[in-house]
């Protein structure tokens, strides 16, 4: 096992770049890491400069890593590589997630799991969509007006983001939304007030996420807008341009299936939870 320095997070985010759609989700959290993006992980990996699993997990070292919901992640192309590292370079002494792996690993992590006496269960099921070229993007006509209202979030809009995302509410999704409101490209609509009613963040592993309108202000087609202009604006800074749909969420499916993202259907993401 080898923690990656700055400089073998380049190289590793290279070689990751070769395995979309699979990897988009470990490359993701590496192509911030590289352009100094805060985070609290550190990256291993089975061996050097050739490596077959590489895993990301709460850096011991830093101590903001308390202020988040502890969280692991993965990208492996050899199962028993991936159990000796899950097994070993993994704690499972308390509550965490691993997310986004491809769902054929899943027996491999409820065995470990059980090996640990962990419980655990899936947390959802995901569909990974992306654009794989930006030509491929439908973007709706934008009025003047509506154009005018196009802005980014601000700090002063972390309370109303958190009370309205799923996930969030509490102190941590606050926390959530601050580190990612700072550091992230952001997009929203505004009322005539200057009061966002529709908003679209990016994760800190580069993932459109967060999708959000106020009821009172749908089927006016601000989705579509936040998508096309938020996917425009992260690939000329270089991101990838991709997101993961909950199973059961058909309307967000169609949406960005409408607007010409694509889904590998051979693959498959998961989010599992471990010792709840």
């Known amino acids: 096992m080898k923690v990656l320095s700055k400089d073998e997070l380049q190289i590793a985010e290279g070689v990751l770049l070769k395995h979309f759609p699979r990897s988009y989700k470990v490359y993701g959290f590496l192509f911030t890491c590289n352009r100094n993006k805060p985070s609290t992980l550190e990256v291993v990996v089975d061996s050097w400069p050739e490596f077959k699993v590489i895993l990301l997990r709460p850096d011991p070292k830093n101590k903001r890593s308390k202020d988040f919901k502890k969280r692991v992640s993965f990208f492996s192309t050899d199962e028993e590589v991936l159990r000796k590292l899950l097994s070993e370079e993994v704690d499972w002494s308390s509550y965490f997630l691993i997310g986004g792996f491809d769902i054929s690993h899943a027996p491999t992590l409820k065995e470990v799991s059980s090996e640990k006496k962990v419980n655990n269960r899936t947390y959802t099921l995901v569909h990974l969509m992306y654009l794989p070229d930006i030509s491929h993007l439908r973007a709706p006509d934008v009025d003047s007006q509506l154009e005018s209202r196009i802005s980014s979030l601000s700090l002063s809009h972390i309370d109303m983001v958190n009370k309205t995302w799923k996930f969030g509410g509490d102190e941590k999704g606050y926390r959530h939304f601050k580190n990612i409101i700072s550091n992230f490209p952001t997009c929203c609509i505004l009322d005539t007030h200057g009061v966002p009613v529709a908003w679209i963040l990016l ?74």
């Open 203 to 276: 994760y800190e592993y580069c993932a459109l996420g967060m999708l959000y309108t106020l009821p009172e202000h749908r089927g006016k087609g601000y989705a579509k807008v936040l998508i096309s202009t938020m996917a425009k604006k992260i690939h000329a800074d270089g991101y990838p341009v991709f997101c993961f749909i909950e199973e059961d969420n058909m309307v967000s499916y169609k949406l960005f299936q409408n607007m010409g993202f694509v889904e590998d259907t051979s693959y498959r993401a998961a989010w599992f939870e471990f010792n709840f």
